[in-house]
């Protein structure tokens, strides 16, 4: 369920989402693997850009059911869960 605010700084977050909803489907998804892979076993704080860009990424992503759609392959340490293809 998305919440709608009119803070300036969800705004902000609405604003900086939208340039992932303008990609296309295939775009995302390697970005995703490729971001992934690269935060993986690494500890990063939730303000780095970076982080924060994934988070919105992943978000536009979950919308359009992007996983389910296997564009691209998730780096190894990240399993399909079983019991919902994940």
Not at 7 to 34: I, K, N, V
Not at 69 to 84: H, V
């Amino acid at each position: 369920m998305a919440m709608e605010s009119d803070s300036p700084l969800d705004s902000l977050w609405q604003e900086y989402g939208r340039t992932f909803r303008d990609w296309d489907d295939l775009t995302l998804a390697r970005w995703l693997a490729q971001t992934l892979g690269q935060l993986e076993g690494r500890a990063w704080r939730l303000s780095h850009p970076l982080v924060g860009a994934y988070r919105l990424a992943a978000q536009v992503a979950h919308e359009k059911q992007i996983w389910f759609k296997r564009l691209a392959t998730p780096p190894a340490a990240y399993a399909e869960s079983p019991c919902c293809r994940a």
